[in-house]
């Protein structure tokens, strides 16, 4: 179907059209209702030990690198269980039960203890506490990364604040009651202050107004292909029903032909000679009967119309 005809199919059907933009508007609303603004915190700290390994060199038992990245892990998932997670959630202000933790801490090497598991949000709004343990192309790092997120960026950095905080005083209790002395002690060190912003998320006003724009374009397809459907069906069915009617004349043509009686027939291969030279024309007329039935004046008659065929 060419551009100008898909044009005034479309406008002979305008209110097919006019009726297209409803659902396109609703789209594009229910999408854009379903944007949202949400506050994301981050914090971050180093597992070391009493004497950094940073800067000291030597050889200390339980103090390289791999176990401390083991131990990173291992404290990652403490900071998002029970009892330093309600603690946190306390600090920063909110119920226990509304603060949703993930743990995906990277894993350390064999044996090095559990990693903590990974828990799916609820809700994309949802307040969730994420700690991991970030790896490198030369390996992974003691160091404990928190994200969090919350419904303003101000909660969210309180979360991220309160998160390290909450680990650091349940080292210190653990250790305190199991009488361990400080310079053998795991030291978090943390590595900045928390920061937080606020991101929008959901589908942008764009994305919306494309999706409505290729809703009306897909019903308005729909309505061009409804009226080639259609258009197409009454058009096959007119040269069906017209090609019965020719198959209909032609058998009554060849009917009426092979319906000419014997004396008919006669007369009309006597009126046209083979030859083709006769110059008289006769108009004949059915015959009334045959010779038996006929009058000596229609047999006369018919005798002198044979003999004006043939001279």
Known sequence: MEFV??????????????LSVIPAVAVVLVLAHGRYTVGNGA?????????????????????????????????????????????????????????????????????????????????PKATTIRATVPELQSGAIPIIVVKTQAPTA???????????????????TIAGNNSVAKPDRLVVRRLGAATATTVQKGPSIIAAAAAGVALFGLLCLLILGAYALVHGWRRAAALERGALEAQAEDADGLDATNGLGPDQSSLFDQAVPSNGT??????LEPAAGTEADQTPAERTQRHGELGAVHP
């Open 43 to 123: 914090a971050s700290a180093l597992v070391d030990t009493y004497r950094s390994q940073t800067v000291d060199l030597g050889a200390q038992t339980g103090s390289d690198i791999q176990t401390l990245v083991a131990r990173a892990a291992l404290l990652s998932s403490v900071m998002t269980s029970s009892p330093i997670k309600d603690e946190i959630a306390l600090s920063a202000g909110i119920r226990p039960d509304r603060l949703i933790s993930v743990s995906t801490a990277a894993p350390g090497p064999p044996g090095a203890g559990a990693t903590g598991g990974q828990v799916s949000a609820p809700s």
């Open 154 to 172: 101000a909660q969210a950095q309180r979360i991220a604040d309160a998160s390290f905080t909450a680990l650091i005083a349940g080292i210190d």
């Open 278 to 283: 006769s110059n008289h024309v006769v108009t």
């Open 5 to 18: 005809g898909a044009l005034r199919v479309l406008w002979r059907y305008r209110v097919l059209v006019a």
